[in-house]
């Protein structure tokens, strides 16, 4: 066979392609990293220790349904104690030791804030976590941070108006002394004005441990006929609506994602009875028992069964779970879309990836199809526990903010 | 005025509680000269046994009916026709409870006292004799231990325990003001200060009192005048260890239960120090103090000051008094 122009560019072509495939699969690392901190010590150990299991589900899930770009992930988890330094020192560590760190989940606001900075050129990765801050929905300056349902300045925005189309006229808030505590605090103050509320007083105790007469003495010498509450996750809240009980204080209590466990709320009732009754709050998912709970409830809970068999994740996943799983589906299901378009799975990529989930239909956690937008998904609804069925059941439909 | 009495009273009751804690490590101090760090840990352990005598046993299979709840006919009779917040249905939901309220209450004590026993005998008493600071420093290391172990028995889930007395509200009005009380918070602040008065009347006129002051003055001496140094130090983690059962009972029924109320222990150090760290008297005096300004500063300036202010007070009474309040001065001469 002569050997024509045709005929040698075709043979370079072939040989060039035979030559690099090696090095093409070499670029395709043998795992992808979804590394994590969490509060397995601390004041919030409680949410920690239960979301911990819900990132090895995960993790089995997702490989199960073949990984990203059929690569498979590893989620890998390590304590935080709440401390946020603590946090940035594990990403830290996390970037220096796992070359194929794709995405991390942080575990307070704390931590948000304080990395946002950071995650600049070869230190970004795309970010969510626990947090529902509010500064976290900026895609212009945190373009790589998330939020997997509606901001605590939305959830409070949804429960003054609510206040406000109940007649309401005065309000307190009560707040742990923490940056998950004190974000929304200013934003309310200014939407409640808007709205003719009063805001009677305003608290901030500590995380655990607080000064539960002092509080509620000020709650009562306020005469607030509602009263949100924010920032806590176990303690506090329960102590505070008990002890207002106690005195006969009509005061109305309500409250935001993190305050609103079934598992607590239960705990809180069989000791102290039906103090809880009526307590009512923003949730953007639907509880695990919803008895319409979607396929991917379903698919968690035919796991669980046998994964965690003889432990509470059995037959239950608290919402402190659920917001994990969402989280961290939201950054998959980012990255997916990166990988499906043979695309680096960079930060940016991922981030631009982010603004691509529109009427999303997540599968159950929601009961509607969810948009991201400006980074977060202002969908949810509020609920309302009752003492009698020990539930929380909705009160309103869904809604978008 | 009104106002700045309630405030007051609320500063009493948290300075009571934190009077209870502090006296465990007055005790340990005063016998052993170590500064215990892992004392808010042994609290925490003692609200954790609390948890498990007062609520996890009776509701095992083998626990009688009558220790998860007791309800006799006349107290359902008298119940059915209560508003369910009222005064006198706090006192009856409270005496439903009363027999694993105490159960959980022996439980605590005997369990801490021998977890206390446990850590004199094994890891301090072989120190005896060794630099006192290889001693704090075990007690740093304790934590770690204390709080892995509480986690790996417990878990880390937050739970709720029965209230010690019934929390009826108490209302009334001085000086203009409406002045509102709990009436469980009362009766801790009572338990707490009559357990302090008796361990302070303990030490000053009891034989073993005596023997815990000799061997705080000076422990050679002590040996040579017959007094038994080993007994004294198991004697006071013993004390530490049921005083510390009862506040983190107190403690438990105020906030819940979780390890984070190890981190209590840290605070009350600070109140110790600013105290003396040998002085019953200066203890309380700063236990009392840092209570209320705690609940004055709340009120005037919000709780973001609230836990800073009182600790600026503990600061400077330590930059004038380094032995703090009522402490002995420690005069060393080179």
């Given at each position: 066979m002569r050997?024509?122009?045709r005929?040698?560019?075709a ?7 035979t ?11 043998s ?18 220790q239960?979301v ?6 995960f ?5 199960e349904?073949g990984?990203i ?10 304590d935080?104690?709440?401390v946020p ?10 970037l ?9 989940f ?8 304080l ?7 070869e230190?970004?990765?795309?970010m ?13 300056n ?5 939020l ?7 959830q ?5 108006q ?5 007649g309401?006229?005065t ?6 002394n923490?940056?998950f505590g ?10 409640a004005?808007?709205?003719g ?8 105790t ?5 000064d ?7 709650l009562a010498q306020?005469?607030?006929?509602f009263?949100?509450?924010?920032g ?19 005061t ?8 609103m ?14 103090i ?5 709050g ?6 695990f028992y ?9 698919r ?7 994964a ?14 659920l ?29 631009e990836?982010l603004s ?7 599968g159950?956690?929601f009961g ?5 937008e400006?980074n977060k998904i ?15 059941t909705?009160?309103?439909?869904w809604?978008?903010v | ?22 006296v ?5 101090f ?10 808010g ?9 609390y948890?498990?005598?007062?609520v996890?046993v009776?509701?095992?299979?083998f626990?009688?009916e009558w220790?998860?709840?007791?309800r ?8 059915a ?7 006198m249905?706090?006192?009856l939901?409270?005496?439903?409870n009363?027999?694993?309220i ?20 094994a890891?301090m008493?072989?120190?005896m004799g060794?630099s ?11 934590i ?22 019934p929390?009826?509200?108490?209302r009334?009005?001085?000086?203009g003001?409406?002045i ?5 918070d ?8 009559l357990?302090?008065l008796g361990?302070?009347?303990?030490v000053?006129?009891?034989?073993s ?15 040579s ?29 105020r906030n ?7 981190l ?6 600070a ?12 203890v ?19 709780g973001?000051w ?7 007070a ?5 930059l ?6 009522l ?8």
């Amino acid at each position: 066979m002569r050997l024509n122009r045709r005929h040698f560019l075709a043979g370079s072509a072939a040989a060039t392609a035979t030559l690099g495939a090696p090095a093409l699969l070499r670029a395709q690392p043998s795992e992808y990293v979804i590394a994590s901190s969490l509060p397995l010590t601390g004041p919030f150990a409680t949410a920690g220790q239960m979301v911990a299991p819900a990132l090895r589900m995960f993790e089995a899930l997702v490989n199960e349904d073949g990984g990203i770009g059929g690569v498979p992930i590893r989620v890998t988890a390590e304590d935080s104690g709440y401390v946020p330094a603590n946090a940035l020192a594990n990403y830290q560590r996390a970037l220096a030791t796992e070359p194929n760190l794709i995405m991390y989940f942080g575990d307070s606001t704390g931590f948000m804030k304080l990395v946002a900075p950071e995650l600049r050129g070869e230190n970004a990765r795309l970010m969510g976590s626990t947090s529902f801050a509010s500064e976290l929905s900026d895609p212009a300056n945190n373009p790589y941070q998330y939020l997997p349902g509606p901001s605590y300045e939305d959830q409070f925005d949804i429960l003054l108006q609510q206040i406000a189309d109940e007649g309401g006229s005065t309000v307190a808030f009560i707040f742990s002394n923490t940056e998950f505590g004190r974000d929304p605090i200013a934003h309310g103050r200014a939407r409640a004005e808007e709205l003719g509320l009063r805001v009677v007083l305003e608290e901030a105790t500590r995380e655990q441990g607080a000064d539960i007469p002092t509080h509620v003495t000020q709650l009562a010498q306020s005469g607030a006929e509602f009263c949100i509450l924010q920032g806590y996750v176990t303690g506090v809240w329960p102590q505070l609506i008990g002890g207002a009980r106690q005195f006969g204080l009509p005061t109305r209590f309500m409250g935001t994602f993190w305050g609103m466990e079934n598992a607590i709320a239960d705990r809180v009732t069989a000791e102290a009875g039906p103090i809880l009754d009526g307590y009512a709050g923003v949730m953007p998912y639907k509880y695990f028992y919803d008895p319409e709970r979607g396929p991917v409830y379903e698919r968690y809970a035919t796991f669980q069964k046998t994964a965690f068999a003889g432990t509470p994740l059995e037959n239950y996943m608290p919402t402190w779970g659920l917001q994990a799983l969402l989280s961290l589906t939201i950054g998959v299901e980012a990255l997916r879309k990166v990988a499906d378009k043979g695309l680096e799975l960079s930060a940016d990529n991922a981030a631009e990836a982010l603004s691509e989930l529109r009427d999303w239909d997540t599968g159950g956690f929601f009961g509607v199809p969810v948009t991201m937008e400006a980074n977060k998904i202002g969908t949810g609804r509020v609920y309302q526990y009752s003492a009698e069925t020990r539930l929380f059941t909705p009160t309103s439909d869904w809604f978008t903010v | 005025m009104g106002q700045f009495l309630q405030f007051t009273i609320n500063g009493l009751m948290s300075g009571a509680i934190y009077a209870l804690i502090a006296v465990g490590l007055v005790s340990v101090f005063k016998a052993t000269r170590v500064v215990n760090f892992a004392h808010g840990y042994l609290i925490m352990f003692g609200a954790y046994f609390y948890f498990t005598f007062a609520v996890l046993v009776p509701q095992m299979p083998f626990a009688p009916e009558w220790l998860q709840s007791w309800r006799p006919e006349w107290m359902l009779a008298m119940r059915a026709d209560l508003p369910m917040f009222s005064p006198m249905a706090a006192v009856l939901d409270w005496m439903a409870n009363l027999p694993r309220i105490l159960l959980g209450l022996a439980g605590a004590l005997v369990c801490n006292a021998l977890l206390g026993l446990l850590i004199e005998r094994a890891l301090m008493r072989p120190l005896m004799g060794q630099s006192v600071f290889a001693m704090i420093m075990l007690t740093v290391g304790l934590i770690s231990i204390l709080s892995g172990a509480a986690q790996l028995i417990w878990t880390s889930d937050a739970e709720f325990v029965p209230a010690l007395a019934p929390n009826t509200p108490i209302r009334f009005e001085m000086f203009g003001a409406n002045i509102f009380l709990f009436g469980a918070d009362l009766a801790n602040m009572a338990i707490a200060l009559l357990i302090f008065l008796g361990i302070v009347a303990m030490v000053r006129y009891t034989k073993s009192g005596v023997a815990i002051r000799a061997t705080a003055e000076d422990q050679s001496t002590a040996y040579s005048m017959g007094i038994s140094v080993p007994t004294v130090f198991s004697r006071a983690w013993v004390l530490a260890s049921t005083t510390g059962a009862i506040a983190g009972a107190i403690l438990a029924t105020r906030n819940g239960i979780s390890p984070a109320l190890g981190l209590f222990g840290f605070s009350v150090l600070a109140i110790v120090l600013m105290g003396g760290l040998d002085s019953y008297l200066g203890v309380f005096i700063a236990a009392m103090a840092v209570g209320v300004l705690e609940a004055l500063t709340q009120w005037k300036l919000g709780g973001e000051w609230a836990g800073i202010v009182p600790y600026v007070a503990v600061l400077i009474v330590i930059l004038i008094r380094p032995h703090g309040l009522l402490g002995s001065k420690e005069i060393e001469r080179i």
